[in-house]
T-cell receptor, first 114, second 115 residues
Framework: AQSVTQLDSQVPVFEEAPVELRCNYSSSVSVYLFWYVQYPNQGLQLLLKYLSGSTLVESINGFEAEFNKSQTSFHLRKPSVHISDTAEYFCAVRMNSGYSTLTFGKGTMLLVSP | DTAVSQTPKYLVTQMGNDKSIKCEQNLGHDTMYWYKQDSKKFLKIMFSYNNKELIINETVPNRFSPKSPDKAHLNLHINSLELGDSAVYFC??????????????FGEGSRLTVL
């Protein structure tokens, strides 16, 4: 079985500041890792994912995440946030073999203020 | 075109009533899911269907019954609604292949309020 820990339930930050949202996972086998974003009153959308290969993955809107196997982490970063980045961010993991479902963390609310 | 669509988006009802939420996906995916998101935003899987067959049935009360008439539809029927059923219910779909790694595509959610 796998599990995901998002240590911060809320991260307040000023516009144009850098941000890091932390995600740690636990699994006895190799995994795929995902970050989803949920804007207010909307469904979840995939932000980025790590399947294999380069450990640094990027999204089209400036976010990036780095897979660190030794630290079992997949932290999400952005060098300069916008007001429009205010949303709930979910880290998720699933086993990369056999049938398994996505296990989500409890989410981190990113609050960007002017 | 909406990839995963759910209806209704909002549902307000009295305790004890029976209600249904419908979900359709036009992505050609084989697997569909129902997730429940509580007031603290925690997402919990309820059911998973693959090609109309039930694959996952988490610890969910028997009052919840999913039905998949075909692989593009997964409906959720809830009997004898209780206050604790108030939540946002998300439908999702996925396709198992190496490129997507089973990435989930979510609907917009159906907010159920039980009074």
């Amino acid at each position: 079985a796998q599990s995901v820990t998002q240590l911060d339930s809320q991260v307040p930050v000023f516009e144009e500041a850098p941000v890091e949202l932390r995600c740690n996972y636990s699994s006895s086998v190799s995994v795929y890792l995902f970050w989803y974003v949920q804007y207010p009153n909307q469904g979840l959308q995939l932000l980025l994912k790590y399947l294999s290969g380069s450990t640094l993955v990027e999204s089209i809107n400036g976010f990036e995440a780095e897979f660190n196997k030794s630290q079992t982490s997949f932290h999400l970063r952005k060098p300069s946030v916008h007001i429009s980045d205010t949303a709930e961010y979910f880290c998720a993991v699933r086993m990369n073999s056999g049938y398994s479902t996505l296990t989500f963390g409890k989410g981190t609310m990113l609050l960007v203020s002017p | 075109d909406t990839a995963v669509s759910q209806t209704p988006k909002y549902l307000v009802t009295q305790m004890g009533n029976d209600k249904s939420i419908k979900c359709e996906q036009n992505l050609g995916h084989d697997t569909m899911y129902w997730y429940k998101q509580d007031s603290k935003k925690f997402l919990k899987i309820m059911f998973s269907y693959n090609n109309k067959e039930l694959i996952i049935n988490e610890t969910v009360p028997n009052r919840f019954s999913p039905k998949s008439p075909d692989k593009a539809h997964l409906n959720l029927h809830i009997n004898s609604l209780e206050l604790g059923d108030s939540a946002v219910y998300f439908c999702a779909s996925s396709q198992e292949d190496r490129g997507t790694a089973g990435e989930l595509f979510f609907g917009e959610g159906s907010r159920l309020t039980v009074l």
